[in-house]
């Protein structure tokens, strides 16, 4: 939703209690609030931030402007899980209060250091001419939950970059912290810098090159990129605004892709035998994903579900977005996987063989099983109508389809209805989560993950088995 | 190393602080003290205990008597670590202190329970007969590492079990506590028994029943039952002493072992569709495996490498016991898996391509792969007169060997000098730990595991191939 920029720039302080009731009565009438995803209290979700794990538990942060479903002066608002699963708000926010970030606290990332979170992140600052200038700072948190930002700009835009300039993340490689960050050049192309932590002080940064990647630049920004390793290989996932559709068949507004990569060479500042670019999500959105190292090495990702300059049907509830099931990445045959943490299984209130249902309370797991050699379709958030969210398995041609064409209210249609991924001519499984308003569908545990939102209408929230017989299981979620 | 009585149970207060220097200057003049496993300061190492995630880090006591290579008096030894491959003695012990545990604080389990972590256990206890009692006893160890025993014995052995009733696992199977327990019956065969807590008071347990898990009784005793879920089916993993050979092939003086079942159903006590009886391990000691689900349930498990009743070189040196690396379970087509945990990678402190080595630090990694149709021979701990312990890969056959009879001091002889197992005719890879004293190997990515000792006389650090051509890296490895 497009606001006025005064509305959205007002200073916090502004807001008085009286507004504040207002826009938190108005998001209770929505008839789409998630279960067992994280959404904004209020007003509008975009980026995971700060996706870490801190003080023994899981920390995350996501992007915020809580005033109504428009991308206006953010701030990142704190969370945090023992399992991934269930999470928090712990009250902790990190607020656009100083010079260095007066128009908004923008994305960015953490690493516990001694015992305190380093945030580093972007203060995006403008002038009175409404020029833009994208400064990477930092700041700790401490184990109480007490965020004090540093004084010093750490990082300031290079010569080479435009005002697009954002999204740090931090990340270490053999004992040596690093930085990458997203970044325009002056032909308007996208491009990642490195840095690196002088001495491993992280207030101290020192620019290691322009990062390597085997990337064709028919990209105009690269926004949120991430390394991250699995099973050794270094693993870089990026959002390439507006690259060239003949280097990678995509459906939504921007992209959210990957590469897998053999090693990274520091010296040459080269990701080594980058794989080609590949889709991260065939689903309708899931965006500017960010991911991090455990400290024992596993590889775990979360994204926006989401898109930039998207109107959504929850707007008009004065909020907006949410943040997709947690992931954890594996390389399995040279293919990266993404799969649910297992601790998502303690959702499950109860089980039934699966069947067609006239009515269930869209708040469900879905584990099925489809035949090889057979066409198979499902309607999701069905009616009595036949309207619902259509979802094809093909083991016979290779393909999974889905439609939203007839699924609740439209939107964002521009981007058209069906997205799509081929698959192995072979038998197929698929975990599929249904959460009020949100799908989640992981192929072959995790090959392929497609998501999206569905905002149904009343009565739109039953199971229609269209053709083939998938069996199965159904189990009823409860956080 | 067998003591006389009075030396293994003299009291710890009796222990002067000369005769624990001489302890542990014998301990030093040890050459196979290893670097990055976890080996006991002094004494004799056995059981992994209290396995868990307690404030934030792993938690891993190992069961010790600090005072030579015997059996004496145990306690419990805190470790702890970030990432599963670093762990360091916290100072925090849980002696035999009381009258309840007057003979030793016996193996048990642990779980985090509101902010403090519980500790349900075996307090040992003989009169002045010399009869055995085996108590459950339960203590608490907050934050700072207090440890507070309880007064109460929350078990008593029940009617139907003999002196052999012991190392309680607790574990949350859909919200509720439970705990199983090794035994033996009256007729002298093992069996499970299996408890709940009472309104999920850890210090009230009722017995739910003899746990049916479709075994034949031909053990004479069940120790270390674990009870993980994995991939959401329950996997037993469990040591039956004198398990009959016609059930299972096995080569240690006791076996390791585990089933995979489909189901727990808690009414009739029973793992439904338990599989048939594996061998967890092949090489020649690992035992007393203890596992437990994380709160985002991924399934680890460690072993202690070594077994009861069987001297080792090290005897003399005054220690005994190692703890294996840790493992995290999966379930691939059906088969449990066992992979290290992705930061033992973080002691890779250089890398070369893989080649013959006149002499090594006893201290690297290998990950080889080896091609399909051939048999190849590695000799590791190798000399210059050809001794080694021998590893053939043959995937021609399909069978991995590892023989020690060649390799370093013998022990242990009566039970064979060979170990085996089989594997897919196809191309194998191995990843290949070697730590001064102990070697662990993993088949396919943990498809199948090895785990022994090896104590190499001086000199016999080397890597020869004796025939074939495998390919791959190798890592020198720094703690």
């Known amino acids: 939703m497009n606001l006025p920029r005064e509305i959205r720039y007002r200073a916090y302080s502004d807001w008085t209690k009286d507004e504040m009731i207002k826009i938190k009565d108005n998001v209770k009438r929505s008839p789409w609030r998630v279960s067992y995803h994280i959404e904004p209290k209020t007003g509008l979700l975009n980026d995971p931030n700060g996706f870490s794990f801190f003080n023994g538990k899981y920390t995350l942060f996501y992007q915020n402007w809580p005033f109504g479903a428009a991308h206006g002066l953010k701030e990142w608002v704190h969370t945090e899980s023992d399992d991934l699963v269930h999470f928090h708000v712990t009250g902790a926010e990190l607020l656009p209060d100083t010079k260095r970030d007066s128009h908004g606290a923008y994305s960015g990332s953490a690493y516990e250091i001694e015992g305190n979170l380093f945030l580093l992140y972007i203060g995006n600052v403008r002038n009175e001419n409404w020029e833009r200038d994208t400064l990477q700072i930092g700041a700790w948190m401490d184990k109480n939950y007490n965020i004090t ?24 490689y053999e004992g040596q ?7 325009q050049n002056l032909e308007k192309s996208g491009f990642i810098k490195l840095y690196k932590a002088t001495d491993n002080n992280v207030e101290t940064w020192e620019e290691v090159g322009n990062l390597d990647f085997d990337g064709t630049g028919s990209e105009y920004m690269i ?34 892709t990957f590469k897998i990569c053999q ?32 400290p024992d090495g596993r590889a775990l990702i979360v994204s926006w579900i989401g898109l930039p300059d998207i109107n959504y049907p929850t707007d008009k509830y004065d909020y907006h977005g949410a943040m997709s099931l947690v992931k954890e990445l594996s390389m399995k045959d040279g293919k990266l996987y993404q799969y649910q943490v ?25 584990e099925l099983t489809f035949p090889p050699n057979q066409k198979l379709e499902l309607l999701l958030f069905s009616d009595s109508k036949g309207n619902g969210l259509s979802l094809i398995v093909d083991t016979k041609e290779g393909k999974i389809i889905l439609n939203r064409s007839k699924a609740g209210i439209q939107y964002a249609t521009d981007f058209g ?14 975990n599929i989560f249904v959460d009020n308003s949100i799908i989640e569908i992981f192929i072959n545990k995790g090959e392929k993950v497609f998501t999206s939102r569905v905002f149904p209408e009343k009565h739109q929230n039953g199971i229609q088995i269209k053709s083939g017989e998938p069996t199965g299981k159904y189990f009823e979620l409860k956080y």
């Open 177 to 183: 912290l690093y930085a990458i960050v997203g970044a």
């Open 223 to 256: 926004e949120c990129p991430n390394l991250v390793f699995v099973d050794q290989k270094p693993v870089l996932i990026y959002c390439p605004q507006g690259l060239d559709k003949s280097e990678l068949n995509y459906g939504n507004i921007y992209p959210n």
């Open 417 to 430: 209805t069906i997205r799509e991924c081929s698959i192995d001519t072979k038998e197929t499984i698929a």
């Open 342 to 366: 297992e601790a998502i299984t303690s959702l499950r209130a109860s089980s039934e063989q699966f069947t067609a249902k006239a009515e269930t309370n869209n708040t469900y797991e879905l």
């Open 149 to 172: 930002k540093g004084e010093n700009v750490l990082i300031h835009p290079p010569a080479d970059v435009t005002d697009h300039f954002r999204d740090p993340q931090i990340f270490n």
């Open 263 to 294: 090693s990274l060479d520091i010296e040459k500042v080269k990701l080594v035998g980058a794989s080609e670019i590949q889709n991260l999500d065939y689903g309708f959105e899931a965006y500017a994903t960010q991911g991090f190292n455990t």
